[in-house]
C-alpha cells in the first residue's frame, strides 16, 4: 500500500512532486526551495513571504552568492517562484511560491 495514500495530501504536494521531476534543477535548487519552504508562512501556500540572501544561503548551504543567483534566478524563470528584491539585509527579500491549481495538470 502507498503509504501517501493514507495521509491527505500537502497543498505543496504537487509543487515538490514538479521539483522532484524536473531534471533542470540540481540539489543547490532544491536546498534553496527548501530554505524558502522553512521560511513561508505555512497558513497560505500563495501566501507571500520575506527571507533575507544570508538566511536562505546559510539554510541551504550555498556559499557562493554567485550561485544563490544563479539557482534563483533559474527558480524564477522556471516558473517556481516570485521574486522581488529589497536590497534591505534586515527586511529580506519577498518570495511567493507558484502552486499550480489542483484542477491543472502538468504534460
Not at 536546498?31 to 538566511?55: I, N, P, T, W
Not at 516570485?82 to 499550480?100: C, L, T
Amino acid at each position: 500500500m502507498d503509504r501517501h495514500s493514507e495521509n491527505p495530501k500537502h497543498a505543496f504536494c504537487g509543487f515538490f512532486e514538479r521539483i522532484g521531476d524536473d531534471r533542470r534543477l540540481l540539489p543547490s535548487h532544491v536546498g534553496l526551495v527548501m530554505a524558502m519552504f522553512y521560511y513561508h508562512d505555512c497558513g497560505s501556500e500563495l501566501a507571500c513571504f520575506q527571507a533575507s540572501r544570508k538566511k536562505l544561503m546559510r539554510f541551504s548551504r550555498i556559499r557562493s552568492i554567485a550561485t544563490y543567483h544563479k539557482c534563483l534566478s533559474e527558480l524564477v524563470a522556471y516558473g517556481y517562484v516570485e521574486y522581488h528584491p529589497s536590497w534591505n539585509p534586515e527586511k529580506g527579500s519577498r518570495f511567493r511560491f507558484i502552486v499550480e491549481s489542483k484542477g491543472k495538470k502538468n504534460g
